[in-house]
């Protein structure tokens, strides 16, 4: 049998020739791995990892923004539950997915450590070295002390071999206990503001995702093309010229004014830009019309829900034929053309209707499919390059799957500490990687039980897991010991401890792959 069939049959359980085989692949993607090269492998992988990043930062974090606000809960809420989401939403996603086999476990649990020691050593190390700060105490301390018993817990289960419910819903427990105290924290601290009569700036919270940091930088960098652009004399677009517009994902102002490299990268995201703007709506508070675009919402009614059942449970519900009359992916086709005419000629072009914040979480539910459609094709192609290149699927968590999910976050939050915002950037190393382990093994071990399993059984790769936890564990010991210490001033020594670190740990990881470093057999 050829070697990526096998691949296959382990992470679906078929072989060729059984249908189950490809009724396990999303069907709005290429297959990974059958007749390809690794070469055709990686270049699509690497797509996907561009796929996934413009589909949380564009699409998916905009509409938990847009409900947060709907639901007026406040940034600290929002920050750790909402926002979190959306900046982990691929970690997240690639989790659940691995964990729908106790055999790609591995992958998930390599993904989770490796981009904890890449954000905590790699990031943490270049905000320091980049702007040296003083770091924010009982912020700092809540979030490390969290993050190591989420460590400990995990750490835990890997030596047990196994995930129970009740330790799935611990973690899912812990995750409340967090968002719980983050909370409180933030209470007591404004109490004791205007108790003391201290005054102190209105907009710096404890704790800030990533999210809201991407909002800040680009309004204090971005330009505003818009003024420079707009016509004197204002007028009124018609129906096909706002659908013409609206499903356009270059702004050719911007163009000019941008790099060659800029540009290049552009070149790439256009297809996908394009395929998200005809199937997810985004909701934006911050824009006057809220991006409410009359043809194009009403184009998502349809559009929306299609792609939803083509993509659930890889189309199997999209296929299923209602009375062995129609299937019900033209039900929804009918439905959805019923409700967008309605719409059509119940609202207006220029006057955003009542009910246009539903359009957020139908454009939360579709976004975060496709985060999960291409978070899949990521496991399947590591998988196939796994066994191309005879690498355990731990050492391929901890290195691609890892730095293509951290690599936005890492870039986001050095870029803020360069213009002068560490703190901030410093709290979202710590504060997004607690959403991700704890919810990411929490809910992927849950939905692995809801399908009838007692327990979630986890084969770890030998001693490199145990060596990638014990980093991450170590990485944080180091930073809970030093930084108090140094009276939480970061300079660029500690950064460049953290560097070291981290080069370290990956050549003791790559030599216990390769088995350089072993154990020795009784």
């Known amino acids: 049998m050829d070697a990526r069939w096998r691949m296959v049959e382990t992470v679906f ?14 069907p709005l993607l290429p297959t990974a791995g059958v007749n390809k090269t690794p070469t055709v492998d990686a270049i699509w992988l690497l797509y996907l990892f561009l796929i996934l990043g413009v589909t949380a930062a564009n699409f998916f974090c905009p509409n938990l923004s847009a409900i ?23 970690d997240i996603f690639s989790a659940l997915v691995a964990f729908s086999d106790p055999r790609t476990a591995g992958l998930a649990f390599g993904a989770l450590f490796g981009a904890g020691v890449l954000v905590t050593t790699v990031v943490a190390g270049g905000i320091a070295i980049l702007r040296p700060f003083t770091a924010a105490s009982r912020p700092f301390l809540r979030d490390i002390i969290f993050y190591m018993v989420a460590v400990f817990l995990t750490f835990t289960a890997l030596y047990f071999g196994r995930v129970t419910l009740a330790w799935a819903l611990g973690y899912l427990g812990l995750y409340v206990f967090y968002v719980i105290t983050v909370v409180l924290c933030t209470w007591i601290y404004r109490w004791q503001q205007r108790k003391s009569l201290v005054y102190s700036m209105p907009g710096t919270p404890e704790l800030l995702s990533d999210a809201e940091d991407e909002r800040l930088s680009s309004n204090t ?22 659908l013409a517009r609206a499903l356009n994902p270059l702004d050719y102002r911007k163009w000019r004014n941008k790099s060659i490299y800029w540009r290049a990268l552009k070149v790439f995201k256009l297809p996908v830009e394009f395929v998200l703007l005809l ?5 934006d508070p911050d ?16 559009t929306s829900p299609l792609f939803c059942v083509l993509t659930l449970q890889s189309g199997t ?27 059509f000629f119940a609202t ?28 899949t094709e990521v496991v399947n192609i590591l998988q196939s390059l796994g066994v191309v290149f005879r690498l355990s699927n731990t050492v391929l968590g901890l290195t691609l799957l890892a730095w293509g999910n951290s690599i936005g ?64 564990g170590l990485s944080l010991v180091f930073s809970l010991v030093l930084v108090p210490v140094q009276c939480f001033q970061l300079n660029k020594a500690y950064g460049i401890c953290l560097l070291v670190f981290y080069l370290n740990f990956l050549v003791v990881a790559l030599l216990t792959e390769f088995g350089v470093i072993h154990l020795k057999s009784v």
Request: glycine fraction near 10%.
């Open 279 to 283: 199937t997810v709506p985004v909701v």
């Open 317 to 343: 519900y999209g296929l299923y034929e209602i009375g062995n009359l129609l299937p019900v992916w033209a039900v929804v086709v009918i439905a959805g053309t019923g409700l967008a005419t309605v719409t």
């Open 13 to 26: 359980g078929a072989g060729p020739g059984d249908p189950s085989a490809e009724a396990s692949v999303c």
């Open 221 to 242: 960098n971005s330009y505003d093309y818009g003024d420079e652009y707009r016509p004197l004399i204002p007028y009124q677009e018609t129906t096909a010229q706002i």
């Open 68 to 90: 947060s606000t709907t639901l007026k809960l406040s940034h600290n809420v929002a920050g750790v539950t909402f926002l979190a989401f959306g900046n982990g939403a691929p």
């Open 409 to 472: 976050d890492a870039f986001l939050d050095l870029t803020l500490a360069r213009q002068g915002y560490p703190r901030m950037a410093f709290s979202a190393c710590f504060g997004g990687i607690i959403f991700n382990i704890l919810v990411g093994v929490g809910l992927g071990c849950l939905l692995h039980i809801s399908r009838g399993h007692v327990e979630v059984k986890l084969e770890p790769d030998g001693l490199l897991v145990w060596v990638l936890a014990g980093a991450l």
């Open 287 to 302: 824009k006057d019309d809220h991006n409410w675009k009359r043809p194009l919402n009403c184009l998502h009614l349809v």
């Open 348 to 375: 207006s072009n220029y006057e955003i209707p009542r009910l246009h914040w539903l359009f957020a979480f139908l454009g939360f539910l579709t976004s975060a499919l496709w985060i999960n459609a291409a978070a």
